[in-house]
Structure formats: structure tokens, C-alpha cells
T-cell receptor, first 116, second 113 residues
Framework: GAGVSQSPRYKVAKRGQDVALRCDPISGHVSLFWYQQALGQGPEFLTYFQNEAQLDKSGLPSDRFFAERPEGSVSTLKIQRTQQEDSAVYLC??????????????FGPGTRLLVL | QKEVEQNSGPLSVPEGAIASLNCTYSDRGSQSFFWYRQYSGKSPELIMSIYSNGDKEDGRFTAQLNKASQYVSLLIRDSQPSDSATYLC?????????????FGSGTRLSIRP
């Protein structure tokens, strides 16, 4: 596709429910990032993949958060037993490959998660 | 101390004037610096990147980097109402494209007619 796509765009979950957020990166982008953005804040890094390898998961706030990218393209961010503090916009970004001149990171439209 | 700091604003600038946005960062090893624009309810979009000390110009936008002072700025000339948005400063902490990018909390810019 032309850009990074994410689904669903909006998700309302009851506290304690599990949710799964999907990201389709730009074709050919090996680097994929997940961010969490609370209202009025900048995006906070969650985790990073290079192809199927999760190279950095230092930003995941708890063990309820899990991300995977089994075939090196589509990625899923899963949040188990959601809490109200998980309410945020979850942004996925993919980055142009090294050696292409610029490390341009393209964001998807985000998934707005509301936990009631 | 946050790794990337910005004034939250709002910064109000009259139409046609120069808007000046500032950012400081804490990691001296940072190599790449970015400015993103984010409209309300939308995702961030890259408007400028800068890698070496000095100025980089692109249309009405100029990014300035001073690594010794750990300072990055963005100037917007001939400000337009469509420039009203939140501007996010972002820093690549490491030496490779595999390093994560850290964002500031953003400066809200309002261009008044």
C-alpha cells in the first residue's frame, strides 16, 4: 500500500478485556516501531522490530503488553487485561531502509483505544 | 530531566511572522534530529530532519542544530494559519538507523490572522 495502515482505528474495551492492534507497514520497510501517545503528550516509544526480530522492547509498560511480527511484515500489539491507564492512541511507524539517504519514519493513522 | 524537552506552549504568532520553536536534548551521543508536525486527531508527519551542525532550509522551514549546546530549533517563515499544529521534536539516540527515536511532548503553535 501507499502508507502505513492500522486497524482498528477506534477500539472501546471494557477493563480486563484483551485487545489486539494491527499494523501494516510500508512494503519494503524492515524497521517497525510502536508508540503510545497520551492526550497532550508526544509519542512514547514502546518497541521496535527489524524484520521479525524484536530488537528493543524497553518501552513496553508492563508484561500485559506484547508485540509480534512473525513474518517480518504485519505486526500486532496485544494488550492483555486492559486497564484504564492503557487508554491512548497507539501509533505504528515504519522506517525507510538504511542507505536510502534519510531515516524517514512514516506513521500510520493510529488506533485510539478507550478502556472503560 | 526528560530526554527531549520542549515548551508546551501555546505559542501564538501573527500571520506572516516568523515562528520559532525550540528543543533541547540530554544525550550527547544523539546523531539525528527531526521535527514532526501533528494536527489535532492526526498522526505525526515529518517536516524536517537534520544531522549536522548548522542550518538546513526547506521552503519556509529552517532547522538549526547546535550539538555543543544540545539544542535544535525550527523556524517557520511567513507563518500561515495552516501551520497551526503541534510540533514535535524528535531525536535518534544512537548511531544507527536501528536506534529508537525519542519524542518531546510537543509545542502547540497557533497562527492568528
Amino acid at each position: 500500500g501507499a502508507g502505513v495502515s492500522q486497524s482498528p482505528r477506534y477500539k472501546v474495551a471494557k477493563r480486563g478485556q484483551d485487545v489486539a492492534l494491527r499494523c501494516d507497514p510500508i512494503s519494503g520497510h524492515v524497521s517497525l516501531f510502536w508508540y503510545q501517545q497520551a492526550l497532550g503528550q508526544g509519542p512514547e516509544f514502546l518497541t521496535y522490530f527489524q524484520n521479525e526480530a524484536q530488537l528493543d522492547k524497553s518501552g513496553l509498560p508492563s508484561d500485559r503488553f506484547f508485540a509480534e511480527r512473525p513474518e517480518g511484515s504485519v505486526s500486532t500489539l496485544k494488550i492483555q487485561r486492559t486497564q484504564q491507564e492503557d487508554s491512548a492512541v497507539y501509533l505504528c511507524a515504519s522506517r525507510s531502509p538504511p542507505g536510502t539517504g534519510q531515516e524517514t519514519q512514516y506513521f500510520g493513522p493510529g488506533t485510539r483505544l478507550l478502556v472503560l | 530531566q526528560k530526554e527531549v524537552e520542549q515548551n508546551s506552549g501555546p505559542l501564538s504568532v501573527p500571520e506572516g511572522a516568523i515562528a520559532s520553536l525550540n528543543c533541547t536534548y540530554s544525550d550527547r551521543g544523539s546523531q539525528s534530529f527531526f521535527w514532526y508536525r501533528q494536527y489535532s486527531g492526526k498522526s505525526p508527519e515529518l517536516i524536517m530532519s537534520i544531522y549536522s551542525n548548522g542550518d538546513k532550509e526547506d521552503g519556509r522551514f529552517t532547522a538549526q542544530l547546535n550539538k555543543a549546546s544540545q539544542y535544535v530549533s525550527l523556524l517557520i517563515r511567513d507563518s500561515q494559519p495552516s501551520d497551526s499544529a503541534t510540533y514535535l521534536c524528535a531525536v535518534n539516540k544512537g548511531y544507527s538507523s536501528a536506534s529508537k527515536i525519542i519524542f518531546g511532548s510537543g509545542t502547540r503553535l497557533s497562527i492568528r490572522p
